[in-house]
């Protein structure tokens, strides 16, 4: 089992950086692809993107392609989404999730079986 917090949101401007962070506990983690994905006020929750339990891979949506990076420490049981050049079309919840281990998860919230409690990114001027 794993549990995962969310930390790292805030309000900022367009243009600024975020970095948020997920961090775990549990048995899991270095063998779990961690996805995030996002809910805006009214909409329905969008994949953000993914990085493999190596982290030798990482998968973009199209809106956060070129400003979005994800990366993880397995020792620290962390994944680091660093947010860039940030656009008030960003502003949501985040929340990150674990898939099944040694699973790719994809885009489907379905494949995703830990769920951590989001955090909010708000941009506006």
């Known amino acids: 089992q794993l549990q995962l917090v969310e930390s790292g949101g805030g309000s900022v401007q367009p243009g600024d950086s975020l970095t948020l962070l997920c961090s775990a506990s549990?048995?899991?983690?270095?063998?779990?692809?961690i996805g995030w994905f996002r809910q805006a006020p009214g909409k329905d929750r969008e994949f953000v993107g993914a990085?493999?339990?190596?982290?030798?891979?990482?998968y973009y949506a199209d809106p956060v392609k070129g400003r979005f990076t994800f990366s993880r420490d397995n020792a620290k049981k962390t994944v680091f989404l660093q947010m860039n050049s940030l656009k008030p079309a960003d502003t949501a919840i985040y929340s990150c999730?674990?898939?099944?281990?040694?699973?790719?998860?994809?885009?489907?919230?379905?494949?995703?079986?830990?769920w951590g409690q989001g955090t909010q990114v708000t941009i506006s001027s």
């Open positions: 999730a674990s898939g099944r281990p040694y699973t790719s998860g994809g885009r489907d919230p379905k494949n995703y079986i830990y």
């Open positions: 549990g048995t899991t983690f270095s063998s779990s692809t």
């Open positions: 990085i493999s339990w190596t982290g030798r891979s990482t």
